[in-house]
């Protein structure tokens, strides 16, 4: 089964940029999107389509997609991005979800 | 308004059964690809189930393949959950999300919390 791998964890300083990424094989050749989680509360849709960002999504958050990474990247790195993100594509009918990616801002 | 609102999660015995719910409203219900998504407590997002506009396509992730049946009832605007001979490890949140083109999942719900313990 197809598998997407991101590191557990990436910190990051307040205005920087921070960047997540997302591993699988020939992943660029596949649409690859993100999701930002907070504790107790629903993933919310960051990047789609590898680079789209939906209605109301800050444009400090960018993404890509090549060869066999997705990369998400926050410019500018607020408090309020501190969450948990996930990878996300899709494989033969079905959905794919890398590991996820606790965000530390400090 | 976009709006998914799950019901039916609860406490229930290892090999017990409950059938989840998730009301849609907001957007023609009956042109979208549906999913189910669950999370156990303190872990990661896991892909559960999806059913194509018309109910003639259904998706499963492994670990749950013969045991739960996702269904849909377009009059209603409702997406089903049946998940029979639970076990422990389906304990979690369990969220629909509404399917675009195959790509993304734009909209969540809220969540219902099934827990699997005797």
């Known amino acids: 089964s197809y598998e997407l791998t991101q590191p557990p964890s990436v910190s990051v300083s307040p205005g920087q940029t921070a960047s997540i990424t997302c591993s699988g094989d020939?992943?660029?050749?596949?649409?690859a999107c993100w999701y930002q989680q907070k504790p107790g509360q629903s993933p919310v849709l960051v990047i789609y389509?590898?680079?789209r960002r939906p209605s109301g999504i800050p444009e400090r958050f960018s993404g890509s997609n090549s060869g066999n990474t997705a990369t998400l990247t926050i410019s500018g790195t607020q408090a309020m991005d501190e969450a948990d993100y996930y990878c996300?594509?899709?494989?033969?009918?079905?959905?794919?979800f890398g590991g996820g990616t606790k965000l530390t801002v400090l | 308004e976009v709006q998914l609102v799950e019901s039916g999660g609860g406490l229930v015995q290892p090999g017990g059964s409950l059938r989840l719910s998730c009301a849609a409203s907001?957007?023609?219900?009956?042109?979208?690809?549906m999913n189910w998504v669950r999370q156990a407590p303190g872990k990661g997002l896991e892909w559960v189930a999806n059913?194509?506009?018309?109910?003639?396509?259904?998706y499963y992730v492994d670990s749950v393949k013969g045991r739960f049946t996702i269904s849909r009832d377009n009059a209603k605007n409702s997406l089903f959950l049946q998940m029979n001979s639970l076990r422990a490890e389906d304990t979690g949140v369990y969220y629909c999300?509404?399917?675009?083109?195959?790509?993304?999942?734009?909209?969540w719900g809220q969540g219902t919390l099934v827990t699997v313990s005797s």
């Open positions: 999300a509404r399917d675009v083109r195959n790509y993304y999942l734009d909209y």
């Open positions: 996300q594509a899709w494989d033969s009918s079905t959905v794919v």
């Open positions: 907001g957007f023609p219900f009956s042109s979208n690809w």
């Open positions: 389509q590898d680079t």
């Open positions: 059913i194509k506009q018309d109910g003639s396509e259904k």
């Open positions: 020939k992943l660029g050749d596949k649409y």
